[in-house]
């Protein structure tokens, strides 16, 4: 199978384009500079500037998961258009090669895995979230919404479209963990704000299995959550981060002073949602790590 990522040289990617190729499949991956990602990628994969830049070898399935980082920068009116418009854009520009190909005659993709986020739901206090739970109307979900809604046209060419609303993507080098582990370390580390807020989280490996699931599982389509199946309040996540790494956790983050530093952005830390995959598990997908406990073991 020859598959087309985008996002493909990022945290989830990178491990993405190494499993599919060590089974045999052909990547292709966008980038808008090839040469800065070369040496993060296997060297079999196909790296070019843009999507409709692979009109000529055209992918049995595509994968999305470019965009801004989300936590990077503190939410202005300019950076929350610009996570909009990064997202919308490469959702856009893999739409317009389908299009394109249909336009000449060639296969389409059979399938298209795109990113969402956990964000979709918004604030949801303690009550368990599944696909089905109406969401909570706020930036987070309104940029989610407008991610997924691009995506959706090329249902109508006949692609099977699978929305996987991602959780916090916990491994080494990168994703969550990457900010988080150094205060930690030091003894510093400790929960926001009251700490009861739910904080859904997956393993970079099961993230990686479930796309691949997902892109291989042709009766599947819709929305499909993916996160661990026991999620854990920002309390317990960061009890069980300070076990794992035999330090204390004494340190507590008043919420004035989250949302003094990060203003809006602060929803991210003081708010989530009890968010279940049950969509996966009903489809018969089996975590490798489905407690935080035994995450944190295998990364740590």
């Not at 580390?189 to 739910?198: A, L, S, T, Y």
């Amino acid at each position: 199978m020859r598959v087309l990522i985008t996002g493909g040289s990022g945290f989830v990617g990178q491990r993405l384009s190494e499993q599919l190729v060590a089974v045999g499949h052909d990547v292709q991956v966008v980038s808008r500079a090839p040469h800065n990602v070369r040496d993060r990628l296997p060297a079999t994969c196909d790296i070019r500037d843009s999507a409709q830049a692979f009109v000529d070898t055209p992918p049995d399935a595509l994968v999305n998961l470019a965009g801004e980082s989300i936590a990077a920068k503190r939410w202005s009116d300019s950076q929350k258009n610009e996570l909009i418009r990064s997202r919308v854009e490469s959702t856009a520009q893999l739409v317009m090669l389908c299009e394109q190909l249909q336009a000449n005659g060639q296969p389409l993709p059979k399938v298209m895995v795109s990113g969402s986020a956990m964000g979709y739901y918004g604030d949801q206090g303690s009550k368990v979230v599944d696909e089905a739970t109406p969401p909570n109307d706020e930036f987070a979900h309104r940029l989610c919404e407008q991610w997924e809604a691009a995506a959706k046209p090329v249902e109508a060419l006949g692609v099977r479209l699978a929305l996987l609303r991602i959780g916090l993507v916990l491994d080494a080098g990168g994703g969550t963990l990457q900010k988080m582990v150094p205060p930690f370390k030091l003894g510093l580390g400790g929960r926001f704000g009251d700490g009861k807020q739910f904080m859904p989280w997956i393993h970079r490996d099961d993230l990686v299995a479930a796309i691949i699931f997902l892109l291989n599982e042709s009766a599947l389509s819709g929305a499909f959550n993916g996160s661990a199946p026991h999620p854990v309040t920002n309390a317990a996540f960061t009890q069980t981060l300070a076990k794992q790494l035999h330090r204390p956790a004494i340190f507590p983050v008043p919420a004035f002073v989250l949302k003094a530093g990060f203003g809006e952005m602060s929803q991210l830390l003081l708010t989530g949602a009890d968010m279940r995959p049950s969509r996966l598990v009903e489809a018969g997908f089996t975590f490798q790590y489905p407690t935080l406990d035994k995450a944190l073991a295998a990364i740590f």
